[in-house]
């Protein structure tokens, strides 16, 4: 399976997700739509699942060629991204061949911990990328087992301060610690930056927002314009 991690070295990463439960475009459908129009593009992957669950993964998986990281937000506080060893399973069995899941140290509510998640992973065939914050918990991930670590969380946890833009200075600092792939995600709403996160050390940049999320974009425009 880690042959799937070598393809992705190098290579942009697409996030397709929705992140409001009212969002016009929360339907599975609609996600595997832009997830093959993302590859179009150009993906070497896609990140999906979000708080659309399991089905959105099933949906992408089905539809596209490229490696997919499957995830599950449920909740919106602590650790909410594919939070418990059934939620890690059951993305997998929708078809993912990494499964995203938080790699901090905090409190799971099933009780379980990240090596736990990372162990049942691996049984059933997949891979493990550790969503982290900061160096020590992209150390203990790696220790733990993850395949891979990204730096989604940085800024989102109360142990390092957010950035303005993405956190290249975290990317270096994982990437010089430990051994397996570092991805680089959180804040990368310019081309500049996607290049910039590579040669810090990155094997693979995420980008979401900036590709998948039309109001965002939209708005961007708008608030550029001048004003009358």
Not at 181 to 199: C, K
Request: charged residues 20%.
């Amino acid at each position: 399976m880690h042959h799937i991690l070598e393809r992705l070295s190098g290579g942009l990463i697409v996030s397709v997700q929705v992140h409001r439960p009212d969002d016009p475009l929360r339907d599975p459908a609609i996600m595997a739509a832009i997830a093959r129009a993302a590859v179009e593009g150009g993906a070497a992957a896609i990140r999906c699942g979000g708080i659309g669950g399991v089905p959105d993964v099933a949906a992408v998986s089905a539809t596209v060629d490229v490696p997919v990281i499957g995830l599950w937000k449920d909740g919106t506080e602590g650790v909410y991204i594919t939070p418990t060893v059934n939620h890690a399973r059951a993305v997998v069995a929708a078809g993912a061949h990494i499964v995203a899941i938080d790699g901090t140290d905090r409190a799971r509510p099933d009780g379980s911990t990240f090596a736990d998640a990372v162990r049942a992973v691996h049984e059933v065939g997949a891979l493990v990328l550790a969503d982290v914050a900061t160096e020590a918990e992209a150390r203990a991930a790696e220790h733990a087992g993850a395949d891979a670590v990204a730096t989604t969380l940085a800024g989102y946890t109360p142990h390092r301060a957010r950035t303005e833009g993405p956190d290249l200075a975290l990317v270096e600092a994982v990437a010089a610690l430990v051994s397996v792939p570092v991805i680089a995600e959180g804040r990368y709403h310019r081309p500049v930056d996607a290049s910039a996160a590579i040669t810090a050390g990155a094997h693979a940049v995420v980008v979401g927002t900036a590709i998948t999320v039309p109001a965002w974009l939209t708005g961007t425009f708008r608030r550029a314009l001048p004003a009358r």
